[in-house]
Structure formats: C-alpha cells, structure tokens
C-alpha cells in the first residue's frame, strides 16, 4: 500500500510518474500513472510489440475526462524487466497485472487492453472479479496463446537479428507492422518507430530472449471455458479497415455467445492500432462502457 501513500501526496494531472513495481524477486513491472486521485480508475495494458508510449495520444484524453490512468507493462514488454527465467503465459501476465493493482490499492477500475493484452485482461477480469468492473479490447480476442500468426513469423526472424542488423532490423520489422496494420498509416514516422522500440534497444539481447519465450509458453488453463465466469461488460472495439492483426470472426461468435454482457464497435477506416489512429474512439468506448456499468449498478437493473 505504500504506492498508493506516494501517488496521494503528488495528486497532479499535469505530469505522468513513472516507477516499477516489484511483483516477484526477479520481476518488475514498469508503470506509468496520469490524473488525479479523486478520477475513476483506468488501466492500459498494451500489446506484445506496445508500451506504454504508444498511448500517448489517449492517456491526455482520457486524464481531461477525469479518469485516473494507469499504464501496466507486461513483464518483457516495453520499459518492464525481462528475466531469463520466468513465466510468459498469457495466464502469468494476468496474475502480475492483479498484483501491481493491489499493490496501488485499485478496485473495480475499468481496463483498456490492446491485442494479446486483451487476452490477458480476459484472464484478470475472471481470476480477480473485484479488480474489473468494465473491459475494453481494441482488437483483442480470447486467444489461448501469444503465438498469433504475426507473431509465430516475427519469431522466425529472432536468432538472425545480432547477426544481420540487430536494433535497426528490429526497427524496420516493427516499421513494416506498424504500417501494415493500419488504416491510415501516416501515424508511423522515423520518431514513432524509435518509441515502439525504445525498450527493445536497451537490452535486445533480453528483449529476444523474452519474445521466444512468450512464443513457447504454455497455458495452465483454456479461456473459453471460463468467459461466462465474466461478470463485467466487454467492449470490443476493431478497426474497420483492411489490415493485420484483427479478430477473427470465430473470436467475435465466441464472445457474443458467452459473456453476459458484450458488445462490438467497429472504427470506420482505422487499424489495429486504433488508439494512435483515432484515439478519441476509444475514449467514446470508454465512455460508453463506463456508462454501462453505472446502468448496471442503478436500482432495479437486472
């Protein structure tokens, strides 16, 4: 609790504190905290290739509409520790998120999660029901492993990236991504590459440890059978361009046909990356979902 006692006494909106949270003896999450006290919770979780910079177009929107945010980086994702041993199942990931939250003293917040983060937050919202009051997934499924398509075809490129170019391979990889997965990519410049990769470039020897582990984790437990477990409303959100990286239509049936509460934005002309392409979609999302959730908790609601 004695974050919770630091984040009290800087109750500033303007200036983001960055810390890291221990949640293990060799594994540490980066954290970012924007807004004040006193705003309902949001928490960001990004993606595998995401971090914490690649919400910053949202995290001021969300900050101006009175939300307190909070940005958890997986462990081996952006500025997050990256152990040589440790457990990268999307399950793991999920019980290190609940333990930064409880560390912060959080409750009933509402979480944003992006991609393979969706999955993770699926897992959170079932193992931990009073941590999750409201879930939006931008262009995340329920999927039972991290070893997506993209990911299995990046993972073949691990063992040459030393040997043929290191961090600047790394980079034009990403760069190729960033912009085949979106609608409009003229969002992806020479600075944003440099951002995505940032935390890559400061020990890619770990960084590419961490990826094929995250390829060859296995997962104690499907997700499928426990979505009807959910108690809060989900929120999926995709883009409606053409592009990489989106949910599959067996995904979209899954979710409708269990949970108890869903339902499904698409973003006209955007991409995977929705919350760089068109931010204030998600903040709509947002609002939308937290809306939801006080309708739920009205008198007389089922």
């Given at each position: 609790m004695w974050l919770l006692a630091v984040l009290l006494l800087s109750d500033s909106a303007s200036t983001p504190r960055v810390f890291k949270v221990p949640v293990a003896p060799t594994e540490s999450l980066a954290v970012q905290v924007a807004g004040r006290v006193a705003g309902a919770p949001v928490v960001l979780v990004p993606g595998l290739f995401g971090s914490a910079f690649g919400f910053r177009k949202l995290v001021p929107l969300l900050t101006a509409a009175g939300y307190r945010v909070v940005v958890v980086e997986p462990l081996g994702i952006g500025s997050s520790s990256r152990p040589r041993k440790a457990n990268y199942s999307l399950t793991a990931q999920a019980g290190r998120i609940a333990a930064v939250l409880d560390s912060l003293g959080l409750r009933g917040v509402l979480i944003v999660a992006h991609s393979i983060g969706g999955s993770e937050a699926f897992r959170l919202a079932y193992h931990r029901p009073d941590l999750v009051r409201g879930l939006v997934s931008i262009e995340g499924g329920p999927t039972e492993t991290a070893l997506t398509p993209a990911f299995r075809r990046a993972l073949r490129f691990a063992p040459w990236i030393k040997l043929?170019?290191?961090?600047?391979?790394?980079?034009r990889k990403i760069r190729g991504l960033l912009i085949d997965s979106s609608g409009d990519s003229t969002w992806v410049t020479d600075d944003v590459v440099q951002g995505y990769t940032a935390g890559a470039a400061?020990?890619?020897d770990a960084t590419l440890r961490a990826y094929l582990a995250m390829g060859n984790a296995r997962e104690p437990e499907k997700l499928a059978p426990h979505l009807a477990e959910l108690h809060c409303p989900v929120r999926l959100i995709v883009g409606g361009a053409r592009h990489d990286g989106d949910v599959n239509d067996q995904e979209v049936r899954l979710l409708e046909h269990t949970l108890r509460s869903f339902a499904?934005?698409?973003?006209?002309?955007?991409?995977h990356f929705i919350y760089?392409?068109?931010?204030r979609a998600v903040l709509a999302a947002v609002t939308r979902l937290a809306a939801s959730v006080t309708a739920r908790r009205a008198p007389g609601s089922q």
């Open positions: 043929f170019g290191g961090i600047r391979l790394i980079r400061r020990d890619l499904l934005d698409s973003v006209p002309g955007a991409g760089e392409e068109q931010p």
